[in-house]
């Protein structure tokens, strides 16, 4: 049997690249997308505006109809015309801080909470939520970047959080945070000039090494955040 392999928020980035990996290695590839479908891509695609949780719900129970064993969560916003990410507590706008919690934390919160009873029963079903390393309060040296920390440390606590109550009904499923790596896209863009040589990967590299991971994961790995390669990385 072939593969089956959710991508929410697959349109762009990250997420159009895991779309395009698994569908090379001929998996069944499923897209849940705030953007219409563009022509001729060969996926099941259930475009989501977020205006309501009835069609949140109703793009969902769509796409789990493919029956999907790994599922990648690929929201999140870094920066955007409004607003770039602080240097200092000085340049915090709460207004900014909410749309980043709006779009780092609700959002995969609503669809965690819309695939819980699949994840509960599953077997050996595989999530991963892309989040960043900059979210691990143990490893945070530098300070800086408020509005994006905090709502990616949120975001890992939510993993976490609902990989407890996920396993309690489904030892076998697995629930991780992923930090993707610094990657060629609009969200890297701005912080790419001053990078070491060969960190900066493109999104095919970061596809074909998440992808990786995915193929990895076990079950008692579950709840954890890991790196790009695969290592823990402390909350």
């Known amino acids: 049997m072939s593969a089956s392999v959710l991508i929410i ?6 997420g159009l690249a895991l779309a395009q990996h698994y569908a090379a290695e001929d998996a069944s590839v499923t897209v849940i997308s705030r953007q219409a479908k563009p022509a001729q891509l ?6 989501d505006s977020l205006n309501n949780e009835a069609d949140s719900e109703h793009a969902v129970k769509q796409a789990l109809a493919q029956q999907p064993d790994t599922i990648f969560i690929c929201n999140g916003v870094l920066h955007d015309d409004s607003a770039m990410p602080e240097k200092t507590i000085r340049q915090l ?3 900014v801080l909410m749309q980043r919690l709006q779009a780092n934390v609700a959002v995969p919160a609503l669809y965690l909470k819309l695939l819980f009873a ?5 077997p050996a079903v595989k999530l991963l939520v892309l989040s960043a390393k900059v979210g691990s309060i143990t490893d945070n040296a530098l300070g800086g970047w408020y509005s ?9 606590m939510l993993v976490k959080n609902c990989s407890i109550e996920v396993s309690r009904l489904n ?3 697995t629930l991780v945070s992923l930090h993707p790596g610094t990657t060629d896209t609009p969200l890297s863009a701005p912080f790419q000039a001053n990078l070491p040589a ?4 493109s999104t095919t590299q970061t596809a074909q090494r998440l992808a990786a991971v995915a193929a990895a994961l076990q079950p008692l ?8 390669d695969g290592t823990v990385l402390p909350f």
């Open 93 to 95: 706008d709460c207004t």
């Open 171 to 173: 030892k076998t499923a």
């Open 118 to 122: 699949y994840l509960c029963k599953r």
């Open 9 to 14: 928020g697959g349109s762009s980035g990250i």
């Open 148 to 156: 994006y920390r905090v709502s990616k440390a949120a975001l890992n």
């Open 198 to 201: 060969g960190q900066l990967q």
């Open 42 to 47: 060969p996926y099941h695609w259930y475009q």
């Open 221 to 228: 790995q579950t709840g954890a955040l890991l790196n790009w």
